[in-house]
């Protein structure tokens, strides 16, 4: 099992311009979620997923929107990135079975916006 | 902001010697969770304690929750250089899978 893998690994963008992080997960977990982390400030809920087909807000969602359309994918999409979304990007997964709430990490997604 | 603290923010000791670190939250939770997440990687959970559990073990880690004072404890018995990593607390929202992660504290184990 390759458990969560992230793409890509590095990106570098020019303010205003837009991409998507793919998260994938062949573990067949139930949720997904997508965390951004900064110097000293942690890991952030930015939105997250139950379920194919739902998403919902976490903790700082604006600038970002997601979608869920396979069980195995959560998509992170940057409409028009600003300098502000610089940050290294986490994707997680966590299942009811085995042992609820553990989330197992992807490697990170490190995102320069200049 | 609804982070969770932590402290020490930072903490360098000698290996062989134990390691403790407090985590303090502001919410109802159902459990806390602990992570450690080595330089440039992603997080790798440790252990798991639910609001109704005093206190938890795992090999050298052992986990403290106090609900009435909102705080936590990790305690890493006969440290070692590989522990070196830095140590996050979370909780989620009771009822919700918002997750909120706490500052970390950096574990230095020195050789």
């Known amino acids: 099992n390759a458990g969560v893998t992230q793409t890509p690994k590095f990106r570098v963008l020019k303010t205003g311009q837009s991409m998507t992080l793919l998260c994938a997960q062949d573990?067949?977990?139930?949720?997904m979620y997508w965390y951004r982390q900064d110097p000293g400030m942690g890991l952030r809920l930015i939105h997250y997923?139950?379920?194919?087909?739902?998403?919902a807000k976490g903790e700082v969602p604006d600038g970002y929107n997601v979608s869920r359309l396979k069980k195995q994918n959560f998509l992170l999409g940057l409409e028009s990135a600003a300098p502000s979304q610089t940050s290294v990007y986490f994707c997680a997964s966590s299942s009811l079975a085995g042992t609820p709430y553990e989330q197992f990490f992807g490697p990170g997604t490190r995102l320069t916006v200049l | 902001s609804q982070q969770g603290e932590e402290d020490p923010q930072a903490l360098s000791i000698q290996e062989g010697e134990n390691a403790t670190m407090n985590c303090s939250y502001k919410?109802?939770?159902?459990?806390l969770q602990w992570y450690r997440q080595n330089s440039g990687r992603g997080l790798v959970h440790l252990i798991l304690i639910r609001s109704n559990e005093r206190e938890k073990h795992s090999g050298r880690l052992r986990v403290t929750l106090d609900t009435s004072k909102k705080s936590s404890s990790l305690l890493i018995t006969a440290s070692r250089a590989a522990d070196t990593a830095s140590y996050f607390c979370?909780?989620?929202?009771?009822?919700?899978?918002?997750?909120?992660f706490g500052t970390g504290t950096r574990l230095k184990v020195l050789a």
């Open positions: 919410t109802s939770i159902n459990n």
């Open positions: 997923s139950v379920g194919e087909g739902t998403t």
């Open positions: 573990m067949n977990h139930e949720y």
């Open positions: 979370a909780t989620a929202l009771s009822g919700t899978y918002k997750y909120i």
